[in-house]
């Protein structure tokens, strides 16, 4: 027996950890559950697998959300953009068709100088422009048809036919072109275009300008081709080409301007070409914003910690009452998760009679702590101020009051009795209003995707103004606010 | 095995999802586990109780950890993954009452109690070994525990319970000579008795 070595002693203390089994009745699970609903208490159900959103899913899924919206009207504004750009290149680069250019084409009617609008004035006028041009020889016939010359290069002729051209026509007055308008018909137009040297000496000719333009944009500048292209003169028609750009690139055209040879009316070409239209500015309603907000939601009561999200989902509706100032209301679905202390829900004793010595129920056991599930509706009320814009950039506030329209309450109650942990389940499906039960304060960021859509994100914190739900309990929530919105046009007008 | 790997699966799914009765029932496969890797760390059976209770909070706590589908036999691998569970929280008791437990003086009582195993060496059953080793000092005892029956080294030794190298082979070796006279029926070997709190 003396001589157990070192190795026999490891030897016997393996066998023995390995085989011998303890008497183990001393352990109890009573004992650890009651540590465990200490340390980790029993959740309550999950919800409905659409409402309880867990971070995990509605953080990517807010980021799609954006991200797909982003990519939606970018997208859509490119291929606009393009479309146009690509309109613009055809105009630039192709030829006139002579056969789209038969004076058919619809074109809105024209606006009428009233002052134009007298034939003999009208006709006055042109007589006047002829003789003022001396360098000028103009013909007409009966049909209203007119070739001007231009005695210096005599490069142009030009010939038309159309109804519209009659000399008694008010119409065919170049002055007839109202600034800012897309200006008659095509033989109007023709006539404008064509009129060469004549409208030269006009001194407000914006509206040729801007009727050139918006030509370039309808397609419809390839009219002034018309008498260009005319075989009798058989002669590039330069005046032709300087109202109609379409025929040959900026460059080219610049190259292929008349000289000019004392004649007034010429020297007026650059600054007519360059003169801007008077635009007038479009003001464009985008009062309402209307949106898709969703989020996460923390709440607390008291000082107890909660370890659960909550969260909101809903629609939006603003209305800018002045550029900065909106009134913003909604309808959102909201999960709030809490953990209570025991006290709020501890159930009154009730009232025995007097002459009743012994009550007959026992009295419930002293709950220890409750964890909450409130399900409801919330409409928030609040004003906004934008309180900076910068580019597609906007910082704002909120504030304003939110109700709670509570329609599902689920509570679990931890609480012990005769030794035992316990946990009870309680549900209150009562539909209980709470108008403006609390404060809505927020701030936040917007950032404008074009369109008239936008992405922001707003944090907020709701205070307490009373207590809601079985328990009175006064809940503080945190959060942030995701939100997709959109702001149709209302209306548009010219100021 | 299949399905004794399958309850157990069935069992940690539970636990993740917090569900008591499946805690329960995996308490009570594992409890008797729990007991025998306690009950040769301490010698009070209260503590032990206490250990195995907060290896179990421990390991429902973070059962999401273990992985059952890596290991194919699902019941011997939690129960190596609880074993270091509960090693920890045996050394974590050690380290927490070390200051309190070092330095107590031996009693006569303890002598009483090495002497009622009077049994040769041939005769010697587990219970009196594991007893014998339950009445060695703690620092005498966790390092024999940790170094002869868990395999640990002694710089791992030295890692976990704050000591060095050289405290730990000392009290390995004051270790086994306490054991050696205890189970030779050395009467005059002064052993350790939990004190009284």
Known sequence: MSNLSDKDIDRLSRDAAEFYEPDDSMLSWSKLEQQLVKHIPERPPDGPSLFRIRPLIWGPSVLLLAGISYFIIKNTAYRRDSTLQTQRENLIAKPADPSRLSGKEKAPAPAVNPQESDPANAQARKNNSAKSNSGNKISRNAEGEEAVTNAGTGVSAQKENHPDRSPNNPDASPNSIIPGKNNGTPGQRNQNANAGNRLRHQPDLSGEANAISNDLLSGNAQTGFEAGESEANGKQNATAEYFGVAHLPYPAMFLSQPEVHGNDSSLNRFAVRNKKPELKSLQVNHSLVIGLLMGPDYTDVGTMSNNQLGNNIGLSLGYYLTRRLSVNTGFQYTSKYYWSDGKPFQPQPQRQPLNTMISMYAPFPQIETVNGRSSMFEIPLTLRYDIYRHDKLTLYVNAGASSYLLRKQHYTYFFHNAGQAYEWQNKNNDHLNYWFAVGNISAGIEQDLGKGFSFQAEPFVRLPFRGIGVGNLKMNSYGLLFSVRYSPVLGRKRK | ?197
């Not at chain 2, 009445?135 to 030794?157: C, Q």
């Not at chain 2, 000392?170 to 189970?183: D, P």
């Not at chain 2, 029926?185 to 004190?195: A, L, S």
Request: positive net charge; aromatic residues 8%.
């Open chain 2, 1 to 197: 095995m299949v399905n004794g790997n399958q309850h157990i699966s069935a069992l940690i799914t539970g636990c993740r999802q917090n569900d008591r009765n499946s805690q329960k029932d995996l308490y009570q496969v594992l409890k008797g586990y729990a007991m025998k890797v306690c009950y040769r760390y301490q010698h009070n059976n209260h503590q032990v109780e206490e250990i195995v209770n907060e290896g179990f909070t421990k390991l429902f706590k973070n059962i999401h950890q273990f992985d059952e589908h890596r290991h194919v036999e699902v019941s011997i691998a939690l129960k190596g993954w609880f074993k270091r569970i509960l090693v920890n929280t045996c050394i974590d008791h050690y380290r927490k009452n070390a200051s309190y437990i070092h330095g107590q003086v031996l009693s006569e009582e303890t002598e009483k109690i090495a002497d009622h195993g009077e049994t040769g060496l041939d005769r010697l059953s587990y219970k009196e070994i594991i007893e014998a080793i339950r009445l060695l000092s703690p620092a005498y005892r966790t390092v024999f525990n940790l170094f002869v029956i868990e395999g640990m080294t002694h710089e791992e030794i030295g890692n976990h319970l704050g000591i060095s190298v050289g405290a730990s082979k000392s009290n390995l070796s004051k270790a086994r000579e306490n054991l050696r006279k205890m189970l030779t029926k050395k009467t005059d070997v002064k052993t350790y008795v939990e004190p009284i709190r």
